[in-house]
């Protein structure tokens, strides 16, 4: 078994804000959706192995438990761009012993996990 992909939620219209989140500060690339899909709005990307989607939710509530986990390279490169981008990088590295990691928050509030 392999994860195939993790949606987030964002409100009727926050695609754009998703962009600058996923793919702008964190790199990710966006795919297109199927065209059946398209008329429900939001936007999906994709960075090796990881998929996210973001789909619209008219009672939009961010997840502020429930979260994606990214791995990524170089940890500290990562929290110092979402930093300048004005994004919250809050750091915890000793509830699991052995790994770094931080979280972060989307621009609709999100939690994403980066390790």
């Not at 987030?8 to 059946?36: H, I, N, Q, W």
């Not at 398209?38 to 960075?47: D, E, L, V, Y």
Request: hydrophobic share 40%; net charge negative.
């Amino acid at each position: 078994m392999r994860l195939d992909h993790v949606q987030v939620s964002c409100p009727p219209g926050g695609e754009d804000v998703a962009r600058a989140f996923y793919r702008d500060a964190l790199g990710m690339t966006e795919v297109e959706k199927p065209e059946l899909l398209k008329p429900r709005g939001g936007c999906w990307f994709k960075a090796d192995a990881a998929e996210i989607h973001v789909g619209v939710e008219e009672a939009f509530t961010p997840a502020k438990k429930a979260h994606p986990a990214l791995a990524v390279d170089d940890l500290d490169a990562l929290a110092a761009k979402l930093t300048d981008l004005g994004f919250p990088v809050t750091w915890d590295n000793e509830t699991i012993p052995g790994r770094r990691r931080f979280h972060t928050a989307d621009g609709h509030g999100n939690r994403v996990e980066i390790v």
